[in-house]
């Protein structure tokens, strides 16, 4: 089954500092890499996400890039802010329905004004 | 957007009692629902793939006789953790996708289950 890896497990920058997370999977059938935003108690939320047949996506602040030969993709968070601080986990799964997401172990980001 | 609601958000209940929680799906039909249990700074690891009218699925080292799950209709799924244990304390998520629009896993809001 997919295992997925995710480093680092903590991540302190400055405020206005960038912020990369990387992640890891096993399984090569995988082409679809979601990345979540949790808070304390509360559901995950989902930030961006990635399909296999693109390299790189961005959405204002944040990037995911995706290198499929090596098997890794990356969270990029640019201009970090203080209510950018959470804990982040990225998942990898078959891109079909019925197919669960098999998560990192996760980040905590802590951003310092 | 997708909705799923999951109830109850937090439950207290005596160890060798069992306790039920509720994944609904709002505006869509799901024929498959995981569920996840997340200890406390740990990730969510998934505990078992619940499909509509036929059996769940379960992770390896998952007990299906403790964690009996239920898919009765499309709409809903449900998790009964039986004779509960101190060690079963967690935080409970449920997930659904919605067929042909990819893998986009909607999330219900987690229930805290805490056995004393």
């Known amino acids: 089954g997919e295992n997925v890896e995710q480093h680092p497990s903590t991540l302190s920058v400055q405020e206005g500092d960038s912020a990369v997370i990387k992640c890891t999977y096993s399984?090569?059938?995988?082409?679809?890499f979601p990345w979540y935003k949790q808070e304390l108690g509360k559901r995950p939320q989902l930030i961006i996400d990635?399909?296999?047949?693109?390299g790189e996506k961005k959405d204002q602040r944040i990037a995911v890039t995706l290198n499929k030969t090596a098997k890794h993709f990356s969270l990029h968070i640019t201009e970090t802010q203080p209510e950018d601080s959470a804990v982040y986990f990225c998942?990898?799964?078959?891109?079909?329905?019925?197919?669960?997401?098999?998560f990192g172990k996760g980040t905590t980001l802590s951003v310092s004004s | 957007g997708a909705v799923v609601s999951q109830h109850p958000s937090w439950v207290i209940c005596k160890s060798g009692t069992s306790v039920k929680i509720e994944c609904r799906s709002l505006?869509?039909?799901?024929?498959?629902m995981f569920w996840y249990r997340q200890f406390p700074k740990q990730s969510l690891m998934l505990m078992a793939t619940?499909?509509?009218?036929?059996?769940?699925?379960?992770e390896q080292g998952v007990e299906k006789d403790k964690f009996l799950i239920n898919h009765a209709s499309l709409t809903l799924s449900t998790l009964t953790v039986t004779s509960a244990h101190p060690e079963d304390s967690s935080f409970y998520i449920c997930?659904?996708?919605?067929?042909?629009?990819?893998?986009?896993?909607?999330f219900g809001q987690g229930t805290r289950l805490t056995v004393v």
């Open positions: 505006d869509f039909q799901a024929t498959t």
């Open positions: 990635i399909r296999s047949n693109v």
């Open positions: 998942a990898a799964s078959r891109n079909q329905a019925g197919t669960a997401l098999i």
């Open positions: 619940s499909n509509e009218g036929s059996k769940a699925t379960y």
């Open positions: 997930s659904a996708t919605r067929g042909g629009s990819g893998t986009e896993a909607f």
């Open positions: 399984d090569s059938a995988s082409n679809y």
